[in-house]
């Protein structure tokens, strides 16, 4: 995965002057002591810097201001160490644009019984103070995580990293461009929706490109270009003899590797962080992106088959999400089933672009004819998923409202050798089981497409969807078919008139 821009997170503690100078010093000390200690935590992903003690109205709506300009400043976490009376607090908090967490915690893990008195009682206030943040923040209907506990617990830490995660591929979203070669799969309907309004609730922009456009950059590429990369492919992978130098079919390699060098310089020439390609317009292209695909993603770019820009801006935000995370994060599709008594499975691959980040083991480079597209046999990598727990995520727009649907599923490893499938794939089980997942599934509206997941959690979406304003349906092992058509109804009533939380 490509570097990522640095950002980090600000520590924001809230008191009062009521205390005088000496506690405020104590307070600001502590502060500093958790920052540190959060920045050293191998669970915490960005640095936090310890911003200040604030204490009045004043500066607390020139912070939030602050941090709302700062690039590198992905959010807040707030804690208040003292009472810190809340309607200081109204200015700033409706002007942050920043996402937040409220860590509610105390300096002092343990009450020292033998000498507590009132100074203690007034320096270590967490347990009323952030009460009366948490009241305000209700009362404001702010978005944000709570999380609960002393900053040493490694509980903690995981609930703070795991937000922090999401609050980097939310600043990592504000102001991405997407590319969308060429439009829509005719006639598809869950590919569709409103790139307005997703550019209003989630901060990217998608932008349409004549395949032309690709096919000109693609003409771009050099012969020795080329050479390089079909000698890099020869290292990473085990490519098929036809394939090899010399081999009868080598020329589809190189065309492969066309694509793929026209494809990189169109997309870092434009600062894009995910394309969509679809085979019903391949204008120039002598085969459909298979290979490109599967390896562009596998170094952070989003990507959509069928011009799914929804799916592509999901991927790639869940891909930054899990930087560093052990686990790849790829494009899915569910494609076909195993509907045996003892137990359904769900075969998910596309056509070609599966990204290699979720490969178990080498992944094997083949060529081979594609039915539909009317090209030249597309070059592709295939390989098995590795077992073990993963999710796909699906974002629909239900016009007026967007919706995440979340299915938590366990990869087996194939039950047979797929020897004829000649393309990348993984097979899992869903949770709670197969008639409850694609019943509420189905019910819920996701997508066939999926961004499909091995480091990134229900967890991580459910931060995201709580940062976006949006609605998260989750279906994991808990789940039954009746209460969730119910919360379904219910949703529709509470998001037809919630408020998008950064307006
Ligand atoms: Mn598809």
């Given at each position: ?7 980090g997170?600000?520590?924001?503690t ?5 205390y ?26 960005l640095?936090v ?42 200015g ?31 320096l ?51 102001g ?110 002598r ?15 989003g ?27 790829s ?19 596309h ?15 083949e ?18 998923a ?7 995520a ?68 459910r ?41």
């Amino acid at each position: 995965m490509k570097p990522l821009s640095k950002s980090g997170i600000w520590l924001v503690t809230g008191s009062q002057h009521l205390y005088g100078p000496g506690p405020l010093r104590q307070v600001a000390a502590n502060s500093q002591k958790i920052a540190r200690a959060l920045s050293a935590s191998p669970a915490v992903p960005l640095p936090v810097a310890f911003k200040s003690v604030l204490t009045t109205d004043e500066e607390i709506r020139r912070v939030c201001l602050e941090a709302n300009q700062a690039p590198e400043c992905a959010g807040l976490i707030l804690w208040m160490h003292t009472f810190s009376p809340a309607k200081m607090w109204i200015g700033g908090l409706s002007l942050l644009r920043k996402p937040f967490a409220h860590l509610h915690t105390q300096f002092n893990r343990d009450l020292p019984w033998g000498e507590i008195d009132m100074d203690f009682m007034n320096l270590n206030q967490a347990a009323h103070g952030d009460r009366e943040a948490g009241f305000l923040h209700a009362r404001m209907r702010l978005p944000r995580k709570i999380v609960v506990g002393h900053w040493e617990d490694p509980e903690v830490l995981d609930r703070l990293g795991a937000w922090m995660r999401v609050a980097r591929a939310w600043q990592d979203l504000q102001g991405a461009r997407f590319a969308r070669f060429g439009d829509n799969m005719r006639r598809v309907a869950v590919t569709e929706g409103d790139k307005l309004a997703a550019e209003a609730r989630f901060g990217y922009a998608v932008d349409g490109y004549g395949v032309g456009e690709l096919a000109a950059e693609v003409k771009g590429a050099t012969e020795a270009g080329v050479t390089r990369l079909c000698a890099e492919y020869a290292d990473r992978y085990t490519v098929a003899r036809e394939l090899r130098r010399g081999g009868a079919r080598h020329g589809s390699l190189r065309d492969a590797a066309r694509i793929e060098l026209g494809l990189r310089a169109f997309l870092e020439r434009g600062g894009f962080r995910g394309f969509t390609t679809t085979f019903e317009d391949l204008h120039g292209l002598r085969q459909l992106p298979g290979l490109a695909v599967q390896r562009l993603m596998a170094e952070g770019y989003g990507f959509g088959a069928e011009g799914d820009w929804k799916t592509c801006a999901l991927l790639r935000m869940m891909k930054v999400i899990g930087a560093g995370l052990p686990g790849g994060t790829s494009f899915m599709e569910d494609y076909t089933y195993h509907l045996h008594p003892s137990g359904s499975l769900v075969l998910g691959a596309h056509m070609l672009e599966i990204c290699e980040s979720i490969a178990a083991g080498r992944p094997s480079l083949e060529i081979h004819p594609l039915g539909i597209g009317g090209r030249d046999d597309p070059v592709r990598l295939v390989f098995n998923a590795p077992a073990g727990p993963a999710l796909n995520a699906s974002l629909i727009d239900l016009g007026g409202r967007f919706r995440l649907i979340v299915n938590e599923v366990d990869v087996v490893k194939p039950p047979r050798p797929l020897p004829r499938l000649p393309v990348a794939r993984a097979v899992w089980r869903c949770r709670p089981d197969f008639k409850t997942a694609c019943g509420a599934w189905i019910r819920a509206g996701g997508a066939h497409h999926t961004a499909f997941s091995y480091a990134v959690t229900a967890e991580h979406l459910r931060d995201f969807a709580e940062i976006a304003g949006i609605e998260l349906v989750l279906i994991d092992r808990d789940t039954r078919l009746a209460e969730l058509e119910k919360e379904l109804r219910w949703n529709e009533a509470y998001y037809s008139s919630a408020p998008d939380p950064r307006r």
